[in-house]
Structure formats: structure tokens, C-alpha cells
């Protein structure tokens, strides 16, 4: 009975001093979402848009090719990253929407842009108006060389 006590005794000092390190391990390895953000958004990598509105993915693809930032991707899996556009209607003519990048791994929210309104006057059709403004706006100047 004195053996089992002291093995169990071993044991258990084992199991703490096991946990104790996986802890340090965990604490060490932890990276933040802007590190992981500057690291997936590197100019030359891999984008991949979504959007509920096919019209304004191919708003975005085009505004991001003219750029010439990133790569566009259709294929999900070989993006770096995701852009995810989110937009709605304020009324018959005018729309407001922001933007999500997404890291594909974790499908995890890295940052979001302020939300923009489409402006009067400005070009007829608001979902191009609004992408462009997104892009140019919000997004470009992350990223300044």
C-alpha cells in the first residue's frame, strides 16, 4: 500500500510539472491578430473575396487587380487571406458596406474597416461606387509602401 501511495505520489508530481510546461508552451506560442494580420496580407499574396452579391465580388476583383497589391484567387484554399464584403441598402439609391479580413485557417475576424456610405452625385452605379471606396479609402492605406 506504501508503494501504490508513493508511485501515485511520482505520478501526480509528473502530471503537474507536464502541465505546468504545456502552459509556458502555450503562453510563448500565442501570436496576435495584427502579427498574423501584416504576416497573411504581404503584397504578392493570394486573396480570396466573398460577398452575398456576385456583382460586388467582381467590383472588388477588379479594384484589387487595377491595384495590383495582391493575387485574386477563386480557389478558397490557396488564399492567404479572405476579404469579406459586407453591404446593405440605406435606401432605393444609396448603400453603405465595410470590409473583413478573414484568416482562412480559423475563418477568425483580423480587422474591419470602417463602414462607408455611397456619395450623390458621384459615379450611377452605387455598388461599384462603394467597392472602389472601400478599396481606396479604407483598405490602401494599411498598406503603404
Given at each position: 500500500m506504501k508503494k501504490i501511495s508513493i508511485l501515485l505520489a511520482f505520478l501526480f508530481a509528473i502530471i503537474q510539472v507536464n502541465a505546468q510546461d504545456t502552459s509556458k508552451t502555450k503562453q510563448s506560442v500565442q501570436v496576435s491578430k495584427d502579427d498574423i494580420f501584416k504576416r497573411i496580407t504581404k503584397k504578392g499574396n493570394k486573396v480570396f473575396i466573398?460577398?452575398?452579391?456576385?456583382?460586388?465580388?467582381?467590383?472588388?476583383?477588379?479594384?484589387?487587380?487595377?491595384?495590383?497589391?495582391?493575387?485574386?484567387?477563386?480557389?478558397?484554399?490557396?488564399?492567404?487571406?479572405?476579404?469579406?464584403?459586407?453591404?446593405?441598402?440605406?435606401?432605393?439609391?444609396?448603400?453603405?458596406?465595410?470590409?473583413?479580413?478573414l484568416n482562412p485557417a480559423t475563418n477568425e475576424e483580423l480587422k474591419t474597416t470602417a463602414t462607408l456610405q455611397t456619395e450623390p452625385r458621384k459615379d450611377k452605379n452605387k455598388k461599384r461606387q462603394l467597392i472602389f471606396r472601400l478599396i481606396d479609402e479604407e483598405v490602401k492605406p494599411l498598406f503603404k509602401e
Open positions: 466573398i460577398s452575398l452579391d456576385i456583382t460586388e465580388t467582381i467590383h472588388a476583383n477588379t479594384a484589387i487587380n487595377y491595384w495590383g497589391y495582391w493575387n485574386v484567387t477563386t480557389n478558397r484554399s490557396e488564399a492567404d487571406f479572405v476579404l469579406k464584403l459586407e453591404t446593405g441598402a440605406i435606401s432605393r439609391a444609396d448603400r453603405s458596406g465595410k470590409i473583413i479580413f
